[in-house]
């Protein structure tokens, strides 16, 4: 079983920064990739950016050279860092693991951009 806390989520205007970390139980952190997803109101939750448990990266086109997936292993955390936001950034953010065919989500952030 493994659990996922997010935080650092809250109101920043366009053009600011924030930084969202989420922190993982147990001793399997290292070994798997892992995913940041967001869900506005009224869409559907889309994949955002993703790290392999080598660090190669990737990224939505919409939050390419703005957002930095990067995760600590020793802290067993993974972190995006989201500048030059957006109002159209403004969503919950939930970070994601996936274990075989289990799928753990943390509860999620919000994340609001005000314009």
């Known amino acids: 079983q493994v659990q996922l806390v997010e935080s650092g989520g809250g109101l920043v205007q366009t053009g600011g920064s924030l930084r969202l970390s989420c922190a993982a139980s147990?001793?399997?952190?290292?070994?798997?990739?892992m995913y940041w997803y967001r869900q506005a109101p009224g869409k559907e939750r889309e994949l955002v950016a993703s790290i392999t448990s080598g660090g190669s990266t990737n990224y939505i086109d919409s939050v390419k050279g703005r957002f930095t997936i990067s995760r600590d292993n020793a802290k067993n955390t993974v972190y995006v860092q989201m500048n030059s936001l957006k109002p159209e950034d403004t969503a919950v953010y939930y970070c994601?693991?996936?274990?075989?065919?289990?799928?753990?989500w943390g509860q999620g952030t919000q994340v609001t951009v005000s314009s």
């Open positions: 994601n693991m996936k274990v075989g065919f289990q799928n753990y």
């Open positions: 147990g001793s399997i952190f290292s070994r798997f990739a």
